[in-house]
Structures are given as structure tokens and as C-alpha cells.
């Protein structure tokens, strides 16, 4: 079976064995009809199951959205609100129907308090006991309300196997302007009190940021999401990981891979704030920063790799195939039975640079071109230059004859096979000419003789 989840050491693994690594993109999906804002009680599930089936079918398997994508569960007087409950459960059973694996980030106050305290059944004007924002984390009748609600979600959804992590508490906190220590104790009791109450025991993370694993939590959501300028996907999640490894847990960077939301004032135009968010300058070929956090995530031994926001542009301009490839380079690794340490491969070409995972018996390389990346490939709409006749030697366990497979990063095909002999606990690989990136295999096929 595929449940339940249980994490080996910085990936998750499902029970019968088989390794776990999150395709993404996820999200909020969007069209003209709907981006935030209000109660959307009302949005049809159709074109979300639709979405659904075909995110799977492209290979995605990795969500992450709030609950309240679906509306507010809990209303005045504490009822709840059955046609949201529906929907709620309606999605998970599709994520479960379709093989997609939930981080299920849930928090009724986050998104809603910006509407105004009295539109929350916590409030003294619906008959509840909070008459300012920052009773709603420390009234003892409205915890208890608080416990109700998330009794009858986690009722009502822990059986699944699309649960992934349980995500408590979101990002910002309009009591944080209070008192940031009495937000994160909040987080931390509800938290608990959820695992107290879940019997399939689901994973947990605390919020966001290092402070989860210190509370308690199972892994850490990374808050450091978006990249600025002409810092790209690969750069900051090298800089994610030289502050985050040190924590020895899986690694969930849900939203990265996304560009800042404000376009700065250049020769593309004046300064816009959501513009990349809107789509506008979405002309990007090949959705490039969800490409590249794809691949150097999973070099990295994250645990995910995501993109939020983006996913209904990906979607829409027909851009799921990285997720195939992806899917297909995976298909019949295992990524926690064997034991996979990061090695550094060395690349002939400074225009390049290479990421390498090895195990007994085999290695596998991704190698990307330095100018591949959403600034200048995508917003300054630079054609990266071509680099021919590099090589890359790639750090293997054991010596003797491998079989080279080249692996091209969009159609999720091998394009060439080779056999090298190692030497020194290295085979050196001719690469073909690279203007984006490509990814590599190297398997041992005839063991040196001892």
C-alpha cells in the first residue's frame, strides 16, 4: 500500500517502500473567473478536477493550497458548512483517485482576518467571544471553536493517503503585529493537537522556517521563496540549502521556482506590481524557473520540488511536459533504498556547472547552462549561448564499465547511450552541445575484476 507515509532521512517514503519525490506544480489554480479574494464557496470543482487529471496524467504527483481554496467550513454560530465540507473532501478523494500527494496547509484565520475581525465566527458580532484580532490566538472559548473545526476536518480527511504533511498555521499572522511568540505557541497547540487526534499519523510541519523541527515538527517548509532579478531558481536554492541541510529533514520548498511579484522600472517598462503573477510577461520559454527548481531540487535531496502561483500558466500553455520528464528520468529509482550522497562532478566548460547524485553502482548528473534562467532567458528574452565540446567527469562508487545514458530534460527520453571504463572513481563523459541543461546516468554494467 501507499500509506502510511514515513520519512527516510530527507525524503519521504510510502510504506511499502517505494520513494517519494514531489512533482510539482501546485497551487492555487486560477482563470478569469477567479484569483483571490471573497468566499469561493461558490467555484466550480470541474475545472479543478480537470486540472487535476491533467497535472497527473503529465506526471505531476505534489500539491500544496490552502484549504480555504474552497471556501470557509466554519460559519456563524459554529455550523459548518456542508457544501464547502463536500468540496473539501471531493478534492482529496480526486488527489487520491489520480495519485497526487497533498501538503494540506490549513488555517481559517490567515486569509480571512483580512476582511475584517466581524467576519469571522470568532467575533463578538456573530455571537463568538473575540472583540479584537489578537484574542482570536489565546481566548480560550475560541481555541475551543478553533478544536471543533479542525476536529471535524481531520474526521472527516486523515483516513486519506493524499495527505501528505499536515501544515497547521500559515505565513502571516495578523496577531504577529502583537506578538510573534504568541502566534508561533498558537500554531504549536493547534499542531499538537491535531496529531493528538490523527490515527494515521500523518507527518507535521510548524508553520514555516528551521523553528518546525525545534517545535516538534517532521520537516520544514521553506519561506524562502522568490527569487529577485537575476538571481535564479538554481542559485537561491543553493543559497535554501547551504542554510537549511544542517537540519537533516526533508526539505519542502512549495513555492519555488517563482519570480518576485513586481516587475522593477527597466527598459521593459515602469515598475508594476503582480506582473509577473498576472501572466503579462509570462512569455517565458519552456516555463524555465519551474524547469530549473524541478531539477536542482531533486539534486539537492529536497523533498519536493514545487512552484505555486504559476501552475494554471504552466498548465495553460501546455508547459506539464517538464513534469513528464521528470516523472520518466525517476521512473524505477529508488530514491531511498539505496543510499544517494550529493557529489561535486567536474564540468570542462565554466559556462556550465553540474549536480551529481551517486550510489553504489550508479550516479546521476544534471548539468545547466549558467545563462538558462528566468532573467535573462525569459525576461530579457536572451538566447542562451550554445557550449560545445564540453565534458563532464562524474564521481562514481565503484569501478569498471558503465553505461551512459543522456537524458534530454523536456521529452524525458534517453538520446544517446555510451560505455565508459572508470578510473579513479570518475568516468568522463563527452557532453552534446548545451544550450539549456541535460541530465545524465551513469550504470555500472561489468564491475571491475578484484
Not at 139 to 165: K, T
Not at 267 to 289: D, V
Not at 433 to 447: F, G, M, N, Q, S
Request: glycine share 10%; charged share 25%; proline share 5%.
Amino acid at each position: 500500500g501507499l500509506f502510511p507515509w514515513g520519512i527516510y532521512y530527507l525524503r519521504f517514503e510510502f510504506d511499502n517502500g517505494e520513494s517519494y519525490f514531489g512533482i510539482g506544480p501546485s497551487g492555487w489554480f486560477r482563470d478569469e473567473n477567479y484569483i483571490f479574494g471573497g468566499n469561493p464557496r461558490h467555484v466550480s470543482t470541474r475545472r479543478l478536477d480537470d486540472y487535476y487529471r491533467r497535472k497527473a496524467a503529465a506526471g505531476s504527483n505534489y500539491d500544496y493550497c490552502l484549504a480555504e481554496f474552497f471556501g470557509r467550513l466554519y460559519t456563524r454560530g459554529g455550523y459548518l458548512d456542508q457544501h464547502v465540507a463536500w468540496k473539501c473532501e471531493h478534492r482529496l478523494r480526486t488527489l487520491e483517485e489520480v495519485g497526487i500527494y497533498w501538503v494540506t496547509c490549513y488555517d481559517d484565520l490567515c486569509r480571512s482576518v483580512i476582511y475584517g475581525l466581524d467576519t469571522l465566527p470568532y467575533a463578538t458580532a456573530q455571537g463568538g467571544p473575540c472583540a479584537s484580532v489578537e484574542e482570536l490566538y489565546v481566548n480560550q472559548r475560541a481555541i475551543e471553536m478553533q478544536r471543533d473545526h479542525l476536529r471535524y476536518f481531520v474526521a472527516r480527511m486523515s483516513d486519506s493517503p493524499a495527505l501528505l504533511l499536515w501544515a497547521i498555521g500559515d505565513e502571516g499572522q495578523a496577531g504577529s503585529r502583537f506578538s510573534p511568540s504568541m502566534v508561533r505557541s498558537w500554531i504549536k497547540d493547534l499542531q499538537s493537537y491535531v496529531r493528538s487526534i490523527d490515527v494515521y499519523e500523518h507527518p507535521h510541519v510548524m508553520c514555516e522556517g528551521p523553528r518546525s523541527v525545534a517545535e516538534g515538527g517532521d520537516a520544514i517548509i521553506i519561506p524562502d521563496w522568490y527569487f529577485k532579478r537575476e538571481v535564479d531558481a538554481v542559485t537561491l536554492s543553493l543559497e535554501i540549502n547551504e542554510k537549511y541541510e544542517k537540519y537533516r529533514c526533508p526539505l519542502v520548498n512549495p513555492e519555488g521556482g517563482m519570480v518576485e511579484w513586481t516587475k522593477p522600472a527597466d527598459q521593459y517598462g515602469p515598475k508594476r506590481a503582480l506582473y509577473y503573477l498576472s501572466g503579462e510577461r509570462w512569455k517565458f520559454p519552456e516555463a524555465i524557473s519551474f524547469h530549473n527548481h524541478l531539477w536542482i531540487s531533486l539534486f539537492l535531496k529536497h523533498a519536493v520540488g514545487g512552484t505555486e502561483w504559476l501552475g494554471a500558466f504552466i498548465d495553460r500553455k501546455n508547459e506539464l511536459y517538464h513534469a513528464t520528464a521528470m516523472r520518466n528520468y525517476l521512473q524505477g529509482e529508488s530514491l531511498t533504498g539505496p543510499h544517494w550522497e550529493m557529489a561535486a562532478p567536474a564540468v570542462s566548460d565554466d559556462g556550465l556547472r553540474g549536480f551529481c547524485l551517486q550510489t553504489d553502482g550508479k550516479s546521476l548528473a544534471w548539468v545547466h547552462n549558467r545563462r538558462y534562467t528566468w532573467y535573462e532567458a525569459g525576461h530579457q528574452g536572451k538566447k542562451p549561448p550554445t557550449i560545445a565540446g564540453a565534458e563532464i567527469t562524474i564521481p562514481v562508487c565503484a569501478e569498471g564499465s558503465y553505461r551512459v545514458e543522456v537524458w534530454d530534460t523536456r521529452s524525458g527520453s534517453v538520446v544517446s547511450e555510451s560505455s565508459v571504463r572508470s578510473s579513479g572513481g570518475r568516468v568522463k563523459v563527452p557532453l552534446p552541445p548545451i544550450e539549456k541543461d541535460v541530465a545524465l546516468k551513469a550504470i555500472l554494467a561489468t564491475p571491475a575484476a578484484k
